[in-house]
């Protein structure tokens, strides 16, 4: 999830990316659990509830505007004497 969420402080995602996020991370999250083995001996997908029970992960939307309001604090303590550079250097 960390590569997902690489200098999510700075995005102002829609909710189709919102969504398109989350959708993501459930199919990753299926990718690493592999499918389930059931009583009659059939694979099946696994719930989202099931997914949730055995990654105890956080909201990813949740994450993100969390990370925005950390930043945000961190550019409001700086103080009216310095600036905040871009990526290029200038500023």
Known sequence: MLAVLYECETWSPT???????????????RRIFWPKDDVRGEWRKLHNEELNNLHASQNIIGVMKSRRMRLAGHVASMGQER?????????
């Open 15 to 29: 909710f189709m990316e919102e969504r398109t996020l989350r959708v993501f991370l459930k199919r990753a999250l």
């Open 83 to 91: 600036c905040i550079q871009d990526f290029s250097g200038e500023t």
